[in-house]
Protein backbone atom coordinates (compact mmCIF):
# COMPACT_ATOMS: atom_id res chain seq x y z
CA UNK A 1 0.00 0.00 0.00
CA UNK A 2 1.12 3.74 -0.62
CA UNK A 3 1.97 5.95 2.72
CA UNK A 4 0.17 8.96 2.06
CA UNK A 5 1.37 10.48 5.17
CA UNK A 6 3.38 12.99 3.14
CA UNK A 7 2.51 12.77 -0.68
CA UNK A 8 -0.79 14.50 -0.60
CA UNK A 9 0.76 17.12 -3.18
CA UNK A 10 1.68 14.44 -5.61
CA UNK A 11 -1.96 13.11 -5.02
CA UNK A 12 -3.43 16.96 -6.21
CA UNK A 13 -1.07 16.91 -9.09
CA UNK A 14 -1.39 13.11 -10.29
CA UNK A 15 -4.61 11.84 -8.71
CA UNK A 16 -2.49 8.82 -7.27
CA UNK A 17 0.04 8.13 -4.28
CA UNK A 18 3.72 6.89 -5.86
CA UNK A 19 4.61 4.13 -3.40
CA UNK A 20 7.66 4.61 -1.44
CA UNK A 21 7.27 0.22 0.23
CA UNK A 22 10.35 -1.78 -0.44
CA UNK A 23 10.27 -4.80 -3.43
CA UNK A 24 9.85 -7.66 -1.52
CA UNK A 25 9.51 -11.54 -2.88
CA UNK A 26 9.37 -14.58 -0.75
CA UNK A 27 12.35 -15.64 0.70
CA UNK A 28 14.09 -18.42 -1.55
CA UNK A 29 12.51 -17.36 -4.60
CA UNK A 30 14.50 -17.90 -7.92
CA UNK A 31 14.87 -15.21 -10.55
CA UNK A 32 13.23 -15.65 -13.78
CA UNK A 33 12.17 -13.59 -16.84
CA UNK A 34 8.71 -13.24 -16.62
CA UNK A 35 9.58 -12.25 -12.18
CA UNK A 36 11.95 -9.94 -13.49
CA UNK A 37 9.88 -7.90 -16.24
CA UNK A 38 7.06 -7.72 -13.42
CA UNK A 39 9.67 -6.19 -11.41
CA UNK A 40 11.02 -3.36 -13.28
CA UNK A 41 7.34 -2.89 -14.82
CA UNK A 42 6.10 -2.34 -11.20
CA UNK A 43 9.20 -0.46 -10.44
CA UNK A 44 9.14 2.13 -13.38
CA UNK A 45 5.36 2.81 -12.94
CA UNK A 46 4.98 3.33 -9.32
CA UNK A 47 8.19 4.31 -7.99
CA UNK A 48 9.70 6.01 -10.95
CA UNK A 49 7.42 9.25 -11.31
CA UNK A 50 8.01 9.95 -7.61
CA UNK A 51 12.01 9.86 -8.06
CA UNK A 52 11.82 12.35 -11.51
CA UNK A 53 9.82 14.57 -10.29
CA UNK A 54 12.48 14.78 -7.06
CA UNK A 55 14.86 15.24 -9.22
CA UNK A 56 13.31 17.55 -11.34
CA UNK A 57 12.83 20.06 -8.46
CA UNK A 58 16.69 19.68 -7.49
CA UNK A 59 17.50 21.04 -11.33
CA UNK A 60 15.49 24.11 -10.87
CA UNK A 61 12.39 22.17 -13.34
CA UNK A 62 9.16 23.63 -11.10
CA UNK A 63 5.27 23.54 -12.31
CA UNK A 64 5.64 27.14 -12.98
CA UNK A 65 7.83 26.87 -16.23
CA UNK A 66 4.93 24.36 -17.33
CA UNK A 67 1.89 26.47 -17.06
CA UNK A 68 -0.28 27.49 -20.09
CA UNK A 69 1.07 30.82 -21.43
CA UNK A 70 -1.08 34.00 -20.81
CA UNK A 71 -3.17 35.57 -23.32
CA UNK A 72 -1.03 39.03 -24.96
CA UNK A 73 -0.39 42.18 -23.45
CA UNK A 74 -0.44 40.37 -20.02
CA UNK A 75 2.89 40.02 -18.29
CA UNK A 76 3.88 36.43 -18.21
CA UNK A 77 6.74 35.90 -15.91
CA UNK A 78 8.22 32.75 -14.99
CA UNK A 79 10.36 32.90 -11.70
CA UNK A 80 11.56 29.60 -9.19
CA UNK A 81 13.66 29.89 -6.23
CA UNK A 82 16.03 27.07 -6.24
CA UNK A 83 15.43 26.28 -2.23
CA UNK A 84 15.24 22.44 -3.22
CA UNK A 85 19.12 22.60 -3.90
CA UNK A 86 20.08 25.12 -1.55
CA UNK A 87 18.32 23.31 1.02
CA UNK A 88 20.31 19.80 -0.40
CA UNK A 89 23.16 21.42 -0.46
CA UNK A 90 23.17 23.08 3.10
CA UNK A 91 22.50 19.54 4.77
CA UNK A 92 24.83 17.99 3.34
CA UNK A 93 27.80 20.09 3.79
CA UNK A 94 26.94 20.08 7.32
CA UNK A 95 26.02 16.72 7.51
CA UNK A 96 29.16 15.06 5.21
CA UNK A 97 31.15 17.79 4.75
CA UNK A 98 33.78 16.52 6.53
CA UNK A 99 34.77 13.07 5.53
CA UNK A 100 33.85 10.13 8.06
CA UNK A 101 36.73 9.41 10.24
CA UNK A 102 37.39 5.25 9.74
CA UNK A 103 39.75 3.28 12.57
CA UNK A 104 40.40 -0.35 13.27
CA UNK A 105 42.86 0.11 16.07
CA UNK A 106 43.15 -3.25 16.99
CA UNK A 107 43.81 -4.50 13.90
CA UNK A 108 46.49 -2.44 11.90
CA UNK A 109 46.76 -4.65 8.79
CA UNK A 110 42.85 -4.11 8.29
CA UNK A 111 43.26 -0.63 9.41
CA UNK A 112 46.10 -0.05 6.25
CA UNK A 113 44.12 -1.70 3.92
CA UNK A 114 40.95 0.37 4.39
CA UNK A 115 42.83 3.24 3.78
CA UNK A 116 44.30 1.86 0.63
CA UNK A 117 40.78 0.97 -0.52
CA UNK A 118 39.45 4.85 0.36
CA UNK A 119 42.22 6.24 -1.78
CA UNK A 120 41.77 3.50 -4.35
CA UNK A 121 38.28 4.04 -4.74
CA UNK A 122 37.56 8.13 -3.49
CA UNK A 123 35.49 6.75 -0.93
CA UNK A 124 34.72 10.82 0.21
CA UNK A 125 33.51 11.26 -3.13
CA UNK A 126 31.44 8.30 -3.15
CA UNK A 127 30.18 8.80 0.12
CA UNK A 128 29.14 12.14 -0.99
CA UNK A 129 27.34 11.20 -3.80
CA UNK A 130 25.50 8.76 -1.26
CA UNK A 131 24.57 10.93 0.91
CA UNK A 132 23.28 13.63 -1.63
CA UNK A 133 21.32 11.07 -3.53
CA UNK A 134 20.05 9.57 -0.16
CA UNK A 135 18.66 13.39 0.68
CA UNK A 136 17.07 13.91 -2.94
CA UNK A 137 15.40 10.32 -3.17
CA UNK A 138 15.04 9.45 0.56
CA UNK A 139 17.40 6.28 -0.16
CA UNK A 140 20.48 5.38 -2.34
CA UNK A 141 22.53 2.42 -3.37
CA UNK A 142 26.01 1.95 -3.60
CA UNK A 143 27.41 -0.74 -5.86
CA UNK A 144 30.73 -3.26 -5.45
CA UNK A 145 32.17 -4.42 -8.22
CA UNK A 146 35.62 -6.14 -8.97
CA UNK A 147 37.72 -3.70 -11.19
CA UNK A 148 39.86 -4.63 -14.41
CA UNK A 149 42.81 -5.52 -12.13
CA UNK A 150 40.88 -7.63 -9.97
CA UNK A 151 40.42 -5.68 -6.96
CA UNK A 152 37.38 -4.42 -5.08
CA UNK A 153 35.55 -1.04 -6.12
CA UNK A 154 32.16 0.36 -5.76
CA UNK A 155 29.95 3.21 -7.31
CA UNK A 156 27.12 4.97 -6.09
CA UNK A 157 23.76 4.35 -8.27
CA UNK A 158 20.67 5.91 -8.19
CA UNK A 159 17.26 5.09 -7.07
CA UNK A 160 16.06 6.14 -11.35
CA UNK A 161 17.84 3.88 -12.75
CA UNK A 162 18.15 0.80 -9.69
CA UNK A 163 16.46 -1.33 -6.69
CA UNK A 164 16.84 -3.82 -4.43
CA UNK A 165 14.85 -7.04 -3.81
CA UNK A 166 14.34 -8.29 -0.35
CA UNK A 167 13.01 -11.34 1.29
CA UNK A 168 9.51 -11.36 2.79
CA UNK A 169 11.34 -12.80 6.41
CA UNK A 170 11.84 -10.81 9.64
CA UNK A 171 15.52 -10.00 8.60
CA UNK A 172 14.42 -8.47 5.89
CA UNK A 173 17.43 -9.97 3.27
CA UNK A 174 18.43 -8.72 0.17
CA UNK A 175 18.20 -11.08 -2.40
CA UNK A 176 18.67 -8.99 -5.72
CA UNK A 177 20.55 -6.01 -6.96
CA UNK A 178 18.43 -4.71 -10.27
CA UNK A 179 20.15 -2.11 -12.38
CA UNK A 180 18.75 -0.86 -15.79
CA UNK A 181 19.15 1.23 -18.67
CA UNK A 182 17.67 2.01 -22.23
CA UNK A 183 19.71 1.57 -25.42
CA UNK A 184 19.26 3.66 -28.71
CA UNK A 185 16.26 2.21 -29.49
CA UNK A 186 14.70 2.55 -26.40
CA UNK A 187 15.00 -1.10 -25.05
CA UNK A 188 16.06 -2.25 -21.81
CA UNK A 189 19.35 -3.62 -20.81
CA UNK A 190 21.02 -4.07 -17.31
CA UNK A 191 21.80 -6.97 -14.86
CA UNK A 192 21.01 -7.79 -11.83
CA UNK A 193 22.88 -9.44 -9.29
CA UNK A 194 22.27 -12.15 -6.50
CA UNK A 195 25.06 -13.91 -3.50
CA UNK A 196 27.02 -15.53 -6.59
CA UNK A 197 26.73 -14.13 -9.76
CA UNK A 198 25.98 -11.12 -12.04
CA UNK A 199 23.29 -11.69 -14.69
CA UNK A 200 23.12 -9.72 -17.93
CA UNK A 201 19.45 -9.46 -19.66
CA UNK A 202 17.50 -7.13 -21.95
CA UNK A 203 14.41 -6.66 -23.46
CA UNK A 204 13.05 -8.96 -25.96
CA UNK A 205 10.22 -8.61 -27.78
CA UNK A 206 7.41 -8.35 -24.82
CA UNK A 207 9.61 -9.68 -22.37
CA UNK A 208 13.48 -10.29 -21.29
CA UNK A 209 16.14 -12.29 -22.06
CA UNK A 210 18.51 -13.57 -19.45
CA UNK A 211 21.71 -14.67 -20.55
CA UNK A 212 23.29 -17.28 -18.28
CA UNK A 213 25.68 -16.93 -16.30
CA UNK A 214 29.69 -17.75 -16.80
CA UNK A 215 32.41 -18.23 -14.75
CA UNK A 216 32.96 -14.65 -15.35
CA UNK A 217 30.48 -13.31 -14.28
CA UNK A 218 30.77 -15.21 -10.59
CA UNK A 219 31.58 -12.31 -7.90
CA UNK A 220 33.34 -12.89 -4.21
CA UNK A 221 31.46 -10.84 -2.38
CA UNK A 222 29.58 -13.64 -0.87
CA UNK A 223 26.39 -11.83 -0.77
CA UNK A 224 24.27 -9.70 -3.05
CA UNK A 225 27.03 -6.85 -3.36
CA UNK A 226 24.81 -4.13 -3.46
CA UNK A 227 24.56 -1.57 -0.38
CA UNK A 228 20.94 0.39 0.55
CA UNK A 229 21.42 4.13 2.08
CA UNK A 230 18.15 5.81 3.56
CA UNK A 231 17.46 9.31 4.63
CA UNK A 232 14.99 8.58 7.17
CA UNK A 233 12.91 5.00 7.85
CA UNK A 234 10.20 6.61 5.51
CA UNK A 235 12.73 7.05 2.91
CA UNK A 236 11.37 10.61 2.71
CA UNK A 237 13.55 13.19 1.00
CA UNK A 238 14.68 15.82 2.57
CA UNK A 239 13.15 18.57 0.67
CA UNK A 240 9.53 16.21 0.13
CA UNK A 241 7.56 17.84 2.67
CA UNK A 242 7.98 21.38 1.95
CA UNK A 243 7.26 21.32 -2.47
CA UNK A 244 4.01 22.76 -2.40
CA UNK A 245 5.43 25.20 -0.44
CA UNK A 246 8.20 25.90 -2.54
CA UNK A 247 5.90 25.55 -5.98
CA UNK A 248 3.43 28.08 -3.74
CA UNK A 249 6.52 30.44 -3.26
CA UNK A 250 7.71 30.26 -7.33
CA UNK A 251 4.02 31.53 -8.37
CA UNK A 252 3.66 34.32 -5.83
CA UNK A 253 7.45 35.65 -6.81
CA UNK A 254 5.90 34.65 -10.82
CA UNK A 255 3.00 36.94 -10.17
CA UNK A 256 4.59 39.87 -8.05
CA UNK A 257 7.47 40.55 -11.04
CA UNK A 258 4.45 40.09 -13.46
CA UNK A 259 2.71 43.03 -11.71
CA UNK A 260 5.86 44.91 -11.37
CA UNK A 261 6.24 44.44 -14.97
CA UNK A 262 2.17 45.39 -15.17
CA UNK A 263 3.00 48.98 -13.23
CA UNK A 264 5.67 49.88 -15.30
CA UNK A 265 3.45 49.80 -18.47
CA UNK A 266 1.05 52.30 -16.86
CA UNK A 267 -1.49 54.27 -18.90
CA UNK A 268 -1.73 58.02 -18.93
CA UNK A 269 -4.75 59.95 -18.90
CA UNK A 270 -5.57 63.39 -20.50
CA UNK A 271 -8.34 65.12 -20.36
CA UNK A 272 -9.60 67.62 -22.66
CA UNK A 273 -11.79 69.76 -24.33
CA UNK A 274 -10.55 68.59 -27.87
CA UNK A 275 -9.02 65.16 -29.38
CA UNK A 276 -5.48 65.21 -28.90
CA UNK A 277 -4.00 64.55 -32.56
CA UNK A 278 -1.75 61.65 -33.59
CA UNK A 279 1.44 64.02 -34.27
CA UNK A 280 0.82 65.14 -30.98
CA UNK A 281 0.75 61.64 -29.02
CA UNK A 282 3.98 60.99 -30.44
CA UNK A 283 5.66 64.74 -29.12
CA UNK A 284 4.50 63.81 -25.79
CA UNK A 285 5.84 60.51 -25.94
CA UNK A 286 9.03 61.65 -27.40
CA UNK A 287 9.61 64.85 -25.11
CA UNK A 288 8.09 63.87 -22.12
CA UNK A 289 6.40 66.83 -21.91
CA UNK A 290 2.47 67.79 -22.39
CA UNK A 291 1.72 71.40 -23.28
CA UNK A 292 -2.05 71.76 -24.04
CA UNK A 293 -3.51 75.07 -24.86
CA UNK A 294 -6.54 77.06 -25.81
CA UNK A 295 -10.00 78.25 -24.55
CA UNK A 296 -10.55 75.39 -22.16
CA UNK A 297 -7.18 74.42 -21.03
CA UNK A 298 -8.20 75.04 -17.25
CA UNK A 299 -9.94 72.27 -18.04
CA UNK A 300 -7.13 70.11 -18.69
CA UNK A 301 -6.23 66.75 -16.55
CA UNK A 302 -3.15 64.84 -17.19
CA UNK A 303 -1.88 61.57 -14.57
CA UNK A 304 -1.68 58.12 -14.80
CA UNK A 305 -4.07 55.63 -13.91
CA UNK A 306 -3.55 54.43 -10.80
CA UNK A 307 -3.46 50.58 -10.07
CA UNK A 308 -4.30 48.19 -7.20
CA UNK A 309 -1.18 48.25 -5.07
CA UNK A 310 -0.55 44.75 -3.57
CA UNK A 311 2.71 44.79 -2.43
CA UNK A 312 2.36 44.66 1.11
CA UNK A 313 0.60 41.55 0.98
CA UNK A 314 2.46 40.62 -1.75
CA UNK A 315 5.80 40.47 0.23
CA UNK A 316 3.74 38.79 3.58
CA UNK A 317 3.12 35.97 1.25
CA UNK A 318 6.38 35.34 0.09
CA UNK A 319 7.92 36.35 3.89
CA UNK A 320 5.56 33.69 5.23
CA UNK A 321 6.34 31.17 2.36
CA UNK A 322 10.42 31.72 2.85
CA UNK A 323 10.41 31.04 6.76
CA UNK A 324 7.65 27.86 6.48
CA UNK A 325 10.02 26.27 3.83
CA UNK A 326 12.94 26.39 6.01
CA UNK A 327 11.22 25.77 9.04
CA UNK A 328 9.42 22.71 8.21
CA UNK A 329 12.62 21.65 5.80
CA UNK A 330 14.13 21.84 9.24
CA UNK A 331 17.72 23.03 7.59
CA UNK A 332 18.20 26.61 8.48
CA UNK A 333 18.70 29.65 6.51
CA UNK A 334 22.31 29.94 7.11
CA UNK A 335 22.42 33.26 5.16
CA UNK A 336 20.03 34.87 6.80
CA UNK A 337 21.38 37.98 8.96
CA UNK A 338 20.24 37.42 12.31
CA UNK A 339 22.03 33.31 12.00
CA UNK A 340 25.52 34.91 11.06
CA UNK A 341 25.90 36.77 14.15
CA UNK A 342 24.31 34.21 16.47
CA UNK A 343 26.60 32.75 18.60
CA UNK A 344 27.66 30.16 21.81
CA UNK A 345 24.05 28.72 22.74
CA UNK A 346 21.92 30.74 20.26
CA UNK A 347 23.52 29.08 17.51
CA UNK A 348 23.34 25.63 18.69
CA UNK A 349 19.36 25.75 19.28
CA UNK A 350 19.65 27.24 15.54
CA UNK A 351 21.01 24.35 14.37
CA UNK A 352 19.20 21.45 16.91
CA UNK A 353 16.85 20.94 14.17
CA UNK A 354 19.29 20.34 11.43
CA UNK A 355 21.51 18.26 13.70
CA UNK A 356 18.68 15.84 14.91
CA UNK A 357 17.90 15.05 11.25
CA UNK A 358 21.39 14.46 10.90
CA UNK A 359 21.69 12.07 13.99
CA UNK A 360 19.40 10.12 12.35
CA UNK A 361 20.31 10.12 9.05
CA UNK A 362 23.93 9.26 10.62
CA UNK A 363 22.81 6.03 12.66
CA UNK A 364 21.55 4.38 9.02
CA UNK A 365 24.25 5.57 7.13
CA UNK A 366 26.85 4.33 9.12
CA UNK A 367 24.83 0.86 9.64
CA UNK A 368 24.81 0.75 5.48
CA UNK A 369 29.04 1.45 5.22
CA UNK A 370 29.02 -1.60 8.21
CA UNK A 371 27.30 -3.76 5.58
CA UNK A 372 29.90 -2.18 2.89
CA UNK A 373 32.78 -3.21 5.18
CA UNK A 374 30.95 -6.78 5.40
CA UNK A 375 31.23 -7.15 2.21
CA UNK A 376 34.73 -6.45 1.51
CA UNK A 377 36.03 -8.73 4.07
CA UNK A 378 34.50 -11.39 2.30
CA UNK A 379 36.35 -10.43 -0.93
CA UNK A 380 39.61 -13.24 -1.14
CA UNK A 381 43.16 -12.48 -0.77
CA UNK A 382 43.00 -8.93 0.79
CA UNK A 383 44.72 -7.53 4.69
CA UNK A 384 40.57 -7.57 5.66
CA UNK A 385 39.36 -10.36 6.27
CA UNK A 386 36.65 -12.35 8.58
CA UNK A 387 35.59 -10.92 11.16
CA UNK A 388 37.87 -7.86 10.81
CA UNK A 389 34.76 -5.81 10.03
CA UNK A 390 33.42 -6.02 13.40
CA UNK A 391 36.78 -4.04 14.93
CA UNK A 392 35.87 -1.02 12.58
CA UNK A 393 34.90 2.30 14.27
CA UNK A 394 33.04 5.20 12.19
CA UNK A 395 33.46 8.40 13.50
CA UNK A 396 30.89 11.40 11.42
CA UNK A 397 31.74 15.09 12.12
CA UNK A 398 29.64 18.22 11.72
CA UNK A 399 30.42 20.92 9.50
CA UNK A 400 29.69 23.91 11.45
CA UNK A 401 31.06 26.99 12.62
CA UNK A 402 31.97 26.92 16.28
CA UNK A 403 32.27 29.82 18.68
CA UNK A 404 36.17 28.46 20.02
CA UNK A 405 36.53 31.10 22.48
CA UNK A 406 32.95 30.40 24.59
CA UNK A 407 34.45 26.72 24.19
CA UNK A 408 37.45 27.36 25.98
CA UNK A 409 35.91 29.14 28.51
CA UNK A 410 33.41 26.38 29.23
CA UNK A 411 36.51 23.97 29.21
CA UNK A 412 38.38 25.97 31.34
CA UNK A 413 35.57 26.45 34.01
CA UNK A 414 35.38 22.55 33.94
CA UNK A 415 38.74 22.13 34.89
CA UNK A 416 39.00 20.49 38.57
CA UNK A 417 35.39 19.52 38.62
CA UNK A 418 35.34 16.86 36.02
CA UNK A 419 38.13 15.19 34.54
CA UNK A 420 40.25 16.46 31.81
CA UNK A 421 39.41 14.15 29.33
CA UNK A 422 35.40 15.01 29.94
CA UNK A 423 37.23 19.02 30.10
CA UNK A 424 38.62 18.44 26.64
CA UNK A 425 35.91 17.01 24.76
CA UNK A 426 33.78 20.57 25.44
CA UNK A 427 36.32 21.75 22.51
CA UNK A 428 34.89 21.03 19.30
CA UNK A 429 38.90 21.08 17.99
CA UNK A 430 39.87 18.19 19.67
CA UNK A 431 38.72 14.91 18.06
CA UNK A 432 39.92 12.67 20.60
CA UNK A 433 40.36 13.69 24.20
CA UNK A 434 42.24 10.65 25.18
CA UNK A 435 44.72 11.18 22.23
CA UNK A 436 44.76 15.00 23.13
CA UNK A 437 45.75 14.20 26.88
CA UNK A 438 48.87 12.12 25.48
CA UNK A 439 49.83 14.79 23.46
CA UNK A 440 50.13 17.32 26.64
CA UNK A 441 51.94 14.49 28.76
CA UNK A 442 54.31 14.22 25.89
CA UNK A 443 54.99 18.00 25.24
CA UNK A 444 55.25 18.36 29.32
CA UNK A 445 58.01 15.64 29.33
CA UNK A 446 59.87 17.10 26.50
CA UNK A 447 59.83 20.54 28.05
CA UNK A 448 60.69 18.89 31.23
CA UNK A 449 63.76 16.86 29.46
CA UNK A 450 65.12 20.12 27.68
CA UNK A 451 65.19 21.72 31.12
CA UNK A 452 67.42 19.42 33.02
CA UNK A 453 69.00 19.11 29.76
CA UNK A 454 70.13 22.56 29.19
CA UNK A 455 70.75 25.31 32.07
CA UNK A 456 70.67 24.58 35.51
CA UNK A 457 67.34 26.25 37.35
CA UNK A 458 70.36 27.67 39.88
CA UNK A 459 72.44 30.33 38.52
CA UNK A 460 74.08 31.48 42.01
CA UNK A 461 78.02 30.91 41.56
CA UNK A 462 79.95 28.88 43.63
CA UNK A 463 83.54 28.50 44.97
CA UNK A 464 84.59 27.37 41.53
CA UNK A 465 83.30 30.02 39.32
CA UNK A 466 84.86 32.96 41.29
CA UNK A 467 87.15 34.92 39.15
CA UNK A 468 85.78 33.12 36.46
CA UNK A 469 84.31 36.08 33.78
Known sequence: MADSSFHSFYYSRTGSDPITSDMVVPAGTKMDEKLLKELIDHYRTEHIPRYEYLAAAFDAKYEIFGRAKKEDPKPDQRLAADMAYDITETFEGYFIGIPPDIKCTDKPNAEDYLKQYAKRNNQDDVDADLSEMASKFGHSYEMLYQDDSGKPRSVACSPLQAFMVYD???????????????????????????????????????????????KYDSHSFGDVPAVEYLQ???????????????????????????????????????????????????????????NLYGPNASELLAK??????????????????????????????????????????????????????????????????????????????????????????????????????????????????????????????????????????????????????????????????????
Open 168 to 214: DSVLHRPLFFVRFMLDAKQKLFGTFSDAKYVHRFKEDGSGFKIEKAG
Open 232 to 290: NTSKRGLYEGVLNLIEAYNSALSEKANDVEYFSDAYLVIVSAQELTQKQLEEFRESKII
Open 304 to 469: FLEKPDADSTQENLLNRLEMLIFKMSMVPDITDETFSTASGIALKMRMMPMSNLARKKEIKFISSMMRRFKLLANYPKTGFTEDDWEHIEITMHRNMPEDIESEAQVAGSLMGIVSQETALSTLSIVNDPAKELQQMESERDSRAVSISQGYPTNRAKGKEDEGKV
